[in-house]
T-cell receptor
Framework: DQQVKQNSPSLSVQEGRISILNCDYT??????FLWYKKYPAEGPTFLIS?????DKNEDGRFTVFLNKSAKHLSLHIVPSQPGDSAVYFC???????????FGTGTSLTVIP | DTAVSQTPKYLVTQMGNDKSIKCEQN?????MYWYKQDSKKFLKIMFS???????INETVPNRFSPKSPDKAHLNLHINSLELGDSAVYFC??????????FGPGTRLTVT
C-alpha cells in the first residue's frame, strides 16, 4: 500500500515560468515531508523539507506548501531553469527518520 | 569528499552467484539505509540500520543480508542471485528526519 503518491509522471514547463509538482499522502502521522531531485545515473539529492507543524517553507527558488487537511503537498519552482530538468521525488517520514516513504517521482522538463 | 560512497558502481553477474555491495558514509550519521529502484523507477526501502542495529527490514528475500560493521558502513550481501534482482541499489544515510544523503547507486545486472 503506497502511502505517498505522485500522480503526475511527467511535467513540461517553459523556462522562466513556474513549475508545480504535487504529492499526496495517506498517513496523517507523518512528521516531515521532503523533496528530492534526481538526475540520471545519480542518487537522489535532498532539496527541501517541511515539518508537519508548518504550511510553507521557502529556500531560494524552491517553496514547499503543506495542506494537512487535504494530505497534500506541493513544490513550487520559480523561475524554472533548464538545469531543473530532473525527476522529483516527494517523501515522508516520522520524527525518528527510521523510514522514509517515497512517491513514484515526477519527471520535470524545463524547455528553454 | 564524497559524503556517501558505494562500490561497485556497476555489477554484472550470472544467476546463482553471490555478490556484495559496500557503502560508507563520512557524515557521522546514525542511520543508514538500502533502497532498491526497480524498472518502474520506484524507490523501495529494503533495510534501515540505526547505530549498527537493524530497525527496518521490509519484505526482502532472505538471500539479501545487510551487515553493519560500524556506524559508518552498511554493506549488502546477496546470495544466489536471480534475474529479478536486477535493479539499481542505493545506499543512504541520515541524522533523524531531516533529509537523507544518497550514494550514487549500484546498477546490478543479473544474466
Amino acid at each position: 500500500d503506497q502511502q505517498v503518491k505522485q500522480n503526475s509522471p511527467s511535467l513540461s514547463v517553459q523556462e522562466g515560468r513556474i513549475s508545480i509538482l504535487n504529492c499526496d499522502y495517506t498517513n496523517s502521522m507523518f512528521d516531515y515531508f521532503l523533496w528530492y531531485k534526481k538526475y540520471p545515473a545519480e542518487g537522489p539529492t535532498f532539496l527541501i523539507s517541511i515539518s508537519s507543524i508548518k504550511d510553507k517553507n521557502e529556500d531560494g527558488r524552491f517553496t514547499v506548501f503543506l495542506n494537512k487537511s487535504a494530505k497534500h503537498l506541493s513544490l513550487h519552482i520559480v523561475p524554472s531553469q533548464p538545469g531543473d530538468s530532473a525527476v522529483y521525488f516527494c517523501a515522508a517520514t516520522s520524527n525518528t527518520g527510521n523510514q522514509f516513504y517515497f512517491g513514484t517521482g515526477t519527471s520535470l522538463t524545463v524547455i528553454p | 569528499d564524497t559524503a556517501v560512497s558505494q562500490t561497485p558502481k556497476y555489477l554484472v553477474t550470472q544467476m546463482g552467484n553471490d555478490k556484495s555491495i559496500k557503502c560508507e558514509q563520512n557524515l557521522g550519521h546514525d542511520t543508514m539505509y538500502w533502497y532498491k529502484q526497480d524498472s518502474k523507477k520506484f524507490l523501495k526501502i529494503m533495510f534501515s540500520y540505526n547505530n549498527k542495529e537493524l530497525i527496518i527490514n521490509e519484505t526482502v528475500p532472505n538471500r539479501f543480508s545487510p551487515k553493519s560493521p560500524d556506524k559508518a558502513h552498511l554493506n549488502l550481501h546477496i546470495n544466489s542471485l536471480e534475474l529479478g534482482d536486477s535493479a539499481v541499489y542505493f545506499c543512504a544515510s541520515s541524522q533523524g528526519p531531516h533529509g537523507q544523503y544518497f550514494g550514487p547507486g549500484t546498477r546490478l545486472t543479473v544474466t
